[in-house]
């Protein structure tokens, strides 16, 4: 349905999916399926962008995230749901949902799903942002067995990184814990026995930059000057950090959805179907949090679309039994 409104034409969807990552366009393929006329939005900035592979996905283990994406596009424009390369500028509550496009283009929609993701800010040490997605690293269960029993590091940023260095050791045996901005009386006495026993090496001393020789890792070496004997180079060919969550909520904020906050930032309240204290507006992937893997993104999409289409066949049948 296509109208005039203040000298540009607003097409109505029954939904709007806000985000074209893998908890999109899964709730898009679920939308299309289910005949409800539906619209992504996808500004083209997916999470996993610098990684080669994505892993831990049934029957997609290996693949790369860029075919992953481009296969979903392919699969939701089978049941005639459109996407356009822009990004959500305003959205607003009235009747239905009024949705800004940066192009300038307003469409209105029933219904939202915002699947913006979140963004990873690293750390200022030289080299890393290069080298992330490749040798630096942020999560075991995506890239561990791709260097299983390699020399690790694992870049110290609070003392929640303790918990990185434990879980890494899962996949090696030589983990080095480089407290960096960590001070070492900020480690538990808990934290020192566990790392002891999986048999972690703690070096302090902050982080100057990494060695790279043929466009590979090669080691991080320390700033100079530290207690420790600074300025040393440790041989190591994976590192492991864990990047400071950046919600991407503002639209969520911007309807008035209720956050909550997490030790990896605030996300949205939500029911086991993604619906958000917004009626009408659910929320999936990364929007939700900071651990949701491709695998549980693609599942909080789904979720969300068929609680979606329930939703409005009952909003619709209640309102033509009313008259």
């Known amino acids: 349905m296509t109208e005039k409104h203040t000298g540009t034409y607003t097409e109505t969807y029954d939904v709007v999916v806000v985000g074209g990552g893998a908890a999109g366009l899964s709730a898009a393929l679920v939308l299309g399926r289910a005949r409800q006329r539906t619209l992504v939005v996808d500004a083209g900035e997916p999470r996993n962008a610098p990684a080669a592979h994505m892993q831990g996905f049934l029957t997609r283990d290996g693949m790369p995230p860029a075919e992953f994406l481009a296969i979903g596009r392919e699969e939701i424009a089978r049941y005639g749901v459109e ?16 949705v800004v ?12 799903v915002i699947a913006t993701g979140l963004k ?34 694992v870049l110290g940023t609070s003392a929640k990184s303790v918990h990185q260095a434990l879980m890494v050791s899962q996949w090696s045996k030589d983990v080095r814990f480089f407290l960096h901005t ?20 703690v070096v302090p001393g902050e982080v100057a930059g990494l060695v790279v020789e043929d466009d ?24 492991f950090v864990a990047p400071h969550a950046v919600p991407q909520t503002g639209l969520l904020e911007e309807l008035g959805a209720e956050l909550q906050e997490t030790p990896f930032g605030a996300y949205p309240v939500i029911d086991p179907t993604g619906l958000t204290t917004v009626p009408g507006v659910w929320a999936a992937g990364n929007a939700i949090g900071f651990a949701e893997q491709v695998v549980h ?6 979720r969300a679309a068929s609680a979606i289409v329930g939703d409005l066949l009952m909003t619709d049948l209640d309102a033509a039994a009313q008259g």
Do not use: I, K, M, N
Not at 183 to 188: K, M
Not at 297 to 302: D, H, N, P
């Open 182 to 201: 960590v001070a070492e009386e900020e480690l538990s006495d808990e934290d020192l026995r566990r790392l002891a026993a999986a048999g972690v090496d």
């Open 101 to 112: 496009l940066a192009d300038g283009r307003t469409v209105r929609a029933r219904r939202l």
């Open 216 to 239: 590979r890792l090669t080691g991080v070496r320390l700033a100079g000057g530290t207690p420790s004997g600074g300025g040393t180079t440790h041989a190591r060919s994976a590192l």
């Open 120 to 153: 990873d800010e690293l750390p200022a040490v030289p080299g890393l942002a290069e080298r992330f997605g490749r040798d630096v690293l942020h999560c075991p269960f995506c890239h561990g067995w791709e260097v299983r029993d390699q020399p690790f590091g």
């Open 83 to 98: 996407l356009v390369r822009d990004r959500v500028v305003e959205v607003a509550r009235g009747e239905d949902f009024s």
């Open 297 to 302: 993104a693609a599942s909080g999409g789904y």
